[in-house]
T-cell receptor
Framework: GAVVSQHPSRVICKSGTSVKIECRSL??????MFWYRQFPKQSLMLMAT?????????EQGVEKDKFLINHASLTLSTLTVTSAHPEDSSFYIC???????????FGPGTRLLVL | AQSVTQLDSQVPVFEEAPVELRCNYS??????LFWYVQYPNQGLQLLLK??????LVKGINGFEAEFNKSQTSFHLRKPSVHISDTAEYFC????????????????FGQGTILTVHP
């Protein structure tokens, strides 16, 4: 199988605080992980691509200082939303891909609500 | 760069009827093609994928899709739908180089909400 988990599944925080979301590949080594954002009734928008042991590559328009991504091991990537504001409220989904693989396997998503 | 167009934002059908969800893409390079399904408040589950070989690919839950290079399409079909197929379906594409390695980034269509009525 190719199972990807995310934690937490849902988080509510106050404006100005930071929130960390974890993405884990449970039964395979993920050399590449991707972070997406999905607004209600919209498609997924890629935020950044992270390769294990190197800096993430951010898509145009995504603030790297606001959305900190760390991919320290072959099974774990984290997304930290720093100084969160209500407009950061969204559904964040990660995916993971094996070395040389073509397929991304998605986590269940994290619903972030910033009050 | 790639782009994906899902021609129908919503498709209502009755249970046990056939369904086709349409997907067209554009790309300046060869592509890999994917269909994912998303149930409410969940992540995406891979339904099927086209990498190479036979243009007709079969996936989970009785779905299949056909890659048509000349029409740059990858339509998803199921001969008889169930209530449980109600979900949002996303078509996605990733470019690949001459060596067959994926560029990795997925470009998604806008999604098609399939609603199966009893």
């Amino acid at each position: 199988g190719a199972v990807v988990s995310q934690h937490p599944s849902r988080v509510i925080c106050k404006s100005g605080t930071s929130v960390k979301i974890e993405c884990r590949s449970l039964d395979f080594q993920a050399t590449t992980m991707f972070w997406y954002r999905q607004f209600p009734k919209q498609s997924l928008m890629l935020m950044a691509t992270s390769n294990e042991g190197s800096k993430a590559t951010y898509e145009q328009g995504v603030e790297k200082d606001k959305f900190l991504i760390n991919h320290a091991s072959l099974t774990l990537s984290t997304l930290t939303v720093t100084s969160a504001h209500p407009e950061d409220s969204s559904f964040y989904i990660c995916s993971a891909r094996r070395r040389g693989g073509e397929t991304q396997y998605f986590g269940p998503g994290t619903r972030l609500l910033v009050l | 760069a790639q782009s994906v167009t899902q021609l129908d934002s919503q498709v209502p059908v009755f249970e046990e009827a056939p369904v086709e969800l349409r997907c067209n893409y554009s790309s300046s390079v060869s592509v890999y093609l994917f269909w994912y399904v998303q149930y409410p408040n969940q992540g995406l589950q891979l339904l099927l994928k086209y990498l190479s070989g036979s243009t007709l690919v079969k996936g989970i839950n009785g779905f299949e899709a056909e890659f048509n290079k000349s029409q740059t399409s990858f339509h998803l079909r199921k001969p008889s739908v169930h209530i449980s197929d109600t979900a949002e379906y996303f078509c996605a594409v990733s470019g690949r180089n001459a060596g067959g390695t994926s560029y990795g980034k997925l470009t998604f269509g806008q999604g098609t909400i399939l609603t199966v009525h009893p």
